[in-house]
């Protein structure tokens, strides 16, 4: 305890111990994790630098205009690209990587997302329905490649939050993994900022508690390097991952065109898209800043600019939407993991934090998943006016 206390207070952060004493058992325990869950000096070293950030201006936004239509290439290069993609599979080089930290709140569950009975006549659950879909691809990939020696299991890398860790990690068991071999898929959790008041000093919420949020998708990266996740896929072999996320019921996972197009080009950082379905769309897209592919929020542009039509192809100028279906190089998650903790800037959101002497201005920091793709140096968009994968289990209905 004197090691951690003295850790802590060399960090600036000594006033969380005001009161310890008076603790009972149980809130001493809760304190003392969640103080050797942080590294205070990363804490600190974020905070400033996302300040500093927040009082820059964002660089003007330009549409995207080189995105890739994979459904108007010819049919030899498709089966060119799902020849390969397929091989990466039976190989064991290309993972698949699920963000399934949230909770199933807007659905009337607290249990987390995947979890859900979306409605289905088979009252399947997500988790089911996407397990069924990784021994589908493992199936196929097998039959188109019947000389490799030794297919392996697709690894499934699945990153839950500390409230869906426990629960995902059981339902998983009471399931038998849904036929899946329990050894291809492995857990972990996102991580936990805390709040901080504006001077940056973390906010204690009650006694024996401190008041932390979770670090957004984008603390994937982190949390890839810090549970050792990037370790395990160099030590399977694995040289990409496709990620999306646990509430699009009708993903079409580890896509081996897309896969397969992006091993063969080269890619880093690689997205699917769809199409805005109307100008007022409330949905992020895809965007250049400074040469680098970005995001941007809807909000973010001005209703003229979010209904400008581009007159050379008819789509709107801000047309291609972000629905979190991304192919990402191994060695490029590690550089990015690399950055951010060498020089990690966070998104800041300045809200009225709860604390113990009552409601006080304060800073929650969090990082998207799309906030690093300017950092990839070769990156790519395959978009379409649908994409067949994409819905959130919030929209469907059968």
Not at 19 to 37: A, H, K, M, P
Not at 94 to 105: H, M
Not at 362 to 389: P, Q, R
Request: proline fraction near 5%.
């Amino acid at each position: 305890m004197e090691a951690l206390r003295q850790r802590v207070t060399d960090a600036g952060h000594g006033h969380v111990f005001e009161g310890f004493d008076e603790l009972n058992d149980e809130q001493r325990t809760l304190l003392t994790s969640q103080l050797e869950d942080i590294d205070f000096n990363y804490v600190n070293k974020i905070f400033v630098a996302s300040m500093e950030g927040a009082k820059e201006a964002a660089k003007p936004a330009e549409p995207i205009t080189d995105v890739m239509m994979l459904a108007a290439t010819t049919d030899d290069k498709r089966a060119l690209y799902r020849a390969t993609g397929l091989q990466m599979i039976a190989e064991g080089k290309l993972g698949l990587l699920l963000l399934s930290g949230g909770q199933g709140t807007r659905l009337g569950s607290s249990a987390p997302k995947g979890c859900y009975n979306i409605g289905l006549p088979s009252g399947k659950s997500l988790f089911q329905l996407q397990s069924e879909r990784v021994l589908r691809l493992q199936r196929l990939a097998v039959a188109a490649n019947p000389d490799v020696p030794a297919p392996k299991p697709i690894r499934w890398y699945i990153m839950t939050s500390h409230a869906t860790d426990e629960p995902t990690r059981t339902f998983f068991k009471e399931n038998s993994f849904f036929g899946l071999d329990p050894t291809q898929v492995v857990f972990f959790s996102q991580g936990m900022l805390p709040a901080l008041t504006e001077d940056g000093r973390v906010i204690v919420e009650a006694p024996g508690k401190l008041a932390l949020a979770p670090d957004g998708n984008g603390g994937v990266y982190t949390a890839l390097r810090s549970a050792k996740i990037l370790d395990d896929m160099a030590e399977h072999g694995i040289e990409a991952v496709d990620c999306y996320s646990v509430d699009n019921a009708l993903v079409r996972l580890g896509d081996p065109v897309f896969a397969g197009f992006c091993k063969e080009g080269g890619i880093q950082c690689g997205a699917r898209v769809v199409a805005k379905a109307y100008a007022e769309e409330k949905v992020g897209v895809f965007a250049r800043r400074g040469g680098g592919m970005e995001v941007v929020e809807y909000s973010e542009l001005e209703p003229a600019e979010a209904s400008a039509a581009d007159p050379d192809t008819g789509f709107l100028r801000y047309n291609w939407s972000n629905v979190c279906l991304h192919y990402f190089e191994r060695r490029w998650l590690e550089m990015v993991a690399d950055r951010l903790a060498a020089e990690g800037k966070y998104h800041v959101a300045k809200k009225q934090i709860p604390s113990i002497h009552g409601k006080v201005p304060g800073v929650k920091l969090e990082l998207f998943i799309f906030d690093t793709f300017s950092m990839a140096e070769k990156n790519s968009i395959d978009g379409g006016k649908t994409y067949g994968g994409v819905c959130p289990s919030e929209e469907c209905s059968w």
